[in-house]
């Protein structure tokens, strides 16, 4: 009886496994398409507002993220938007790598925006697909596989 008992769960704990795996690999899919796409968007001129590193201590830990907010203006009006890079609100465990984002943007300083001219106030500061983009596809691989 205990038997049959510990194979369900260790099923149902590989049911969730592959489902977990699927979200982080359809997520990470569709950063993927967009952060390639954001490639090819228009820019224009825009100027950071906020430039701050924030820090967030719970039970689970310290994790750090650089909050950088910045603002542009188009024909259609006036956007503010908090993307640098696609992956770029996820926070880390490391102080270094948010305070490098961080000291990369100056309040006030002029930067150039990439924005989606099929929607315009979606935006980024750094277009392309980068390092956290493809680590979200391969920890959904991963899972996926085990499963």
Not at 60 to 73: L, N, P, S, W
């Amino acid at each position: 009886m205990m038997e049959g008992f510990f194979s369900n769960q260790g099923n149902l704990a590989l049911l969730l496994t592959g489902l977990i795996g699927v979200v982080f690999t359809i997520y990470g899919t569709a950063l993927f398409l967009k952060a390639e796409a954001s490639l090819d968007w228009p820019t224009t001129r825009g100027e950071v507002m906020v430039s701050e590193l924030d820090v967030d201590n719970d039970r689970d830990g310290v994790t750090f993220r650089a909050e950088i907010c910045y603002r542009y203006v188009l024909p259609s009006g006036e956007y503010v938007s908090n993307r640098v890079f696609f992956g770029h609100q996820i926070s880390t465990s490391s102080s270094v790598a948010a305070a490098k984002v961080k000291n990369r943007y100056r309040v006030g300083q002029s930067v150039a925006v990439h924005y989606d001219p099929a929607n315009e106030s979606e935006s980024v500061l750094e277009p392309g697909v980068n390092g956290l983009v493809k680590v979200v596809l391969i920890i959904g691989t991963a899972l996926m596989v085990i499963a």
